[in-house]
């Protein structure tokens, strides 16, 4: 398989659940993302991981939690969530960081 | 005022014709600029990629930067319906780490 694969393709869960969002990468790629894509909104950078480590997140509520524990996994952890963050989830990766990304299907979440 | 502004459409045209696609921008900071396109419950793919100013072309699509200008250009030739997708303009400055900021996106529909 190649490319980024991310899974779940689809998640409901209610304001008390736990859930996590997986993606994998088969390019190679030395750096991951994590970004939101609201209706009617541009895409949201969340989280950045090049080389393993985080090295942005920008302002993203604690409700959200990322990991990476290698350079091909990339995981986003959810908990106590709100209705308002339903939206389309994006992994993506990236090889030489300013030539554009990679990304996966998507995750499409649903907090209800 | 948004970093990145992109009329949101929705565009329709009939087939074969030309498709003018445009980004304007703000930060005079960026350098490398990028056109996705999304399918519907899809995640964005790479179309095209160039750094700086210029032109780019690849088979129907062509891509222009004027950095004197902050505006950004994609144009498609011969539409088909096939071509019909949102289509999301992004950049970035060099060294961020890969903070891609996109545009809105441009929804287009090619009729047969």
């Known amino acids: 398989e190649t490319g980024v694969t991310q899974t779940p393709r689809h998640l409901v869960m209610g304001m008390t659940n736990k859930k996590s969002l997986k993606c994998e990468q088969h390019?190679?790629?030395?750096?991951m993302y994590w970004y939101k894509q609201s209706a009617k909104k541009p895409l949201e950078l969340m989280f950045v991981?090049?080389?393993?480590?985080?090295?942005e997140n920008n302002s993203v509520p604690s409700r959200f939690s990322p990991e990476c524990p290698n350079s091909s996994h990339l995981f986003l952890h959810l908990h106590t969530l709100q209705p308002e963050d339903s939206a389309l989830y994006l992994c993506?990766?990236?090889?030489?960081?300013?030539?554009?990304?990679?990304f996966g299907q998507g995750t499409r979440l649903t907090v209800v | 005022q948004k970093e990145v502004e992109q009329d949101p459409g929705p565009l329709s045209v009939p087939e074969g014709a030309i498709v003018s696609l445009n980004c304007t921008y703000s930060?005079?900071?960026?350098?490398?600029f990028m056109w996705y396109r999304q399918y519907s419950r899809k995640g964005p793919e790479l179309l095209m990629y160039?750094?700086?100013?210029g032109n780019k072309e690849d088979g129907r699509f062509t891509a222009q930067v004027d950095k004197s200008s902050k505006y950004i250009s994609l144009f498609i030739r011969d539409s088909q319906p096939s071509d019909s997708a949102t289509y999301l303009c992004?950049?970035?400055?060099?060294?961020?780490?890969?903070?891609?900021?996109f545009g809105q996106g441009t929804e287009l529909s090619v009729k047969p």
């Open positions: 993506a990766s990236s090889q030489e960081s300013d030539r554009g990304a990679f």
């Open positions: 390019l190679g790629h030395n750096a």
């Open positions: 991981y090049s080389l393993e480590e985080r090295v």
């Open positions: 930060n005079s900071a960026f350098q490398y």
């Open positions: 160039t750094y700086s100013s």
């Open positions: 992004a950049m970035s400055v060099v060294n961020q780490g890969g903070k891609l900021i």
